[in-house]
């Protein structure tokens, strides 16, 4: 087709690809090193620059989302989504945080002081995660 091996819309159909993939394997994301990984296999190339640099493309031009997730002991990990899935996570986020919301409000719930924990969770979400 006269695409080349290392050509950066090969590389980016690649990564899309890989990416869109991982959700029927039963991931919401990727990390950066998974995406290498995948890739190198899936291409047969072995230039993780490359790589990178056309995945920052893609971040660049909003055809993949990325958000750095923090773990409990404060470790940050930089996660890739595909653009659908990181739509999809935002929206059932904001409707546990509705329904929280609505039970508080309610008072209704004997367990009101555990719904407002996860109220607020839900809220410094936000804040410990950062998405392009």
Do not use: W
């Amino acid at each position: 087709m006269g695409v080349g091996r290392d050509s950066p819309a090969r590389v980016g159909a690649g990564i899309r690809h890989v990416v869109q993939a991982s959700r029927d394997e039963g991931h919401c994301f990727l990390t950066e090193d998974q995406i290498l990984k995948n890739c190198r296999e899936l291409l047969d190339i072995d230039n993780d620059c490359l790589i990178q640099r056309v995945l920052r493309q893609l971040l660049e031009a909003n055809e993949i989302k990325n958000r750095v997730l923090t773990s409990g002991e404060g470790a940050a990990t930089e996660c890739y989504y595909s653009n659908s899935l990181y739509f999809d996570e935002a929206y059932v986020s904001k409707r546990i945080a509705q329904f929280v919301e609505i039970r508080i409000q309610c008072g209704c719930v004997s367990c009101v002081g555990m719904d407002r924990e996860i109220l607020q969770a839900i809220r410094d979400e936000p804040q410990s995660r950062t998405a392009r």
